[in-house]
């Protein structure tokens, strides 16, 4: 029988995304393991989630090193430790170096609020309420060394309303992370989902656009 992947997920705050994928691990112990937590701050309140499941945590507080690429050596050789099959970043809040990413190129995942290529970077929902859009979201992607911008998984959509603020879109988009990256780290763990040539492949097949997480939803996969 095939083993469960070993995955790490990387934070920096709440890890709300983190307990989503805590939750759907246990109901799927066979296809993935979470063999570590790692966040740059000491106070995130997902090291606690990780401890509450028994999960290793380790903190890498990035005020302690010298340079960006220094953090990003250790935390690479902390990660190189342990058997890594697919790293996750979920919420964790710091650009990675072109060094960093390349290592890892193909193994690791980002959550990203918004539908990309809109509103890379920061106060995504902001900038959605700001230019008048009509529906927002979140992208899952292959990190690549440009920020935000590696080949997008899967997309998820909400809609926009005109009583929506920045906190009632946020919840939106979050509630549609929670069912989003569980499933995306799935696909990984049982060799559905795969990175190529710079593509992210889909059951042996290029996606052409990103999978859509409400049309999965009415047509589960
Ligand atoms: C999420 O909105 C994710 O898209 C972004 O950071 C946030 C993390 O939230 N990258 P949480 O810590 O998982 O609650």
């Known amino acids: 029988m095939k083993q469960p992947i070993q995955i ?22 066979q296809d993935y393991e979470i063999a570590l937590v790692i966040s740059n701050k000491a106070d ?43 790293i996750v970043l979920a919420g964790f809040m710091r650009i990675l170096t072109p060094q960093f990413t390349q290592h890892f190129l193909g193994k690791m995942i980002n959550i990203h609020p918004s539908l ?21 979201g979140l992208s899952i992607h292959f990190v690549t060394p440009e920020l935000d911008s590696g080949p997008v998984i899967l997309q998820a959509k909400v809609p926009v309303t005109p009583q929506d603020t920045e906190k009632s879109l946020k919840a939106k988009v979050h509630q549609q992370e929670h069912q989003a990256y569980p499933k995306v780290i799935e696909w990984f763990a049982v060799g559905k989902l795969s990175f190529q040539d710079n593509q992210a492949w889909f ?3 290029p996606l052409s656009k990103p999978q859509q997480l409400n049309a999965l939803n009415d047509h589960p996969i």
């Open 8 to 29: 790490a997920i990387l934070i920096s705050g709440s890890g709300s995304n983190l307990q989503a994928i805590i939750d759907h691990q246990k109901q799927h112990p």
């Open 44 to 86: 995130a309140y997902g090291l606690i989630r990780a401890q509450n499941s028994c999960i290793p945590t380790e903190v890498i507080d990035h005020t302690l090193f010298k340079s960006r690429e220094s953090f990003d050596q250790t935390l690479q050789q902390t990660i190189d430790k342990r058997q890594i099959d697919l």
């Open 116 to 136: 990309l290529p809109k509103y890379t970077g920061l106060n995504t929902h902001q900038r959605a309420l700001e230019a008048g859009d009509t529906e927002h």
């Open 203 to 205: 059951e042996q097949t």
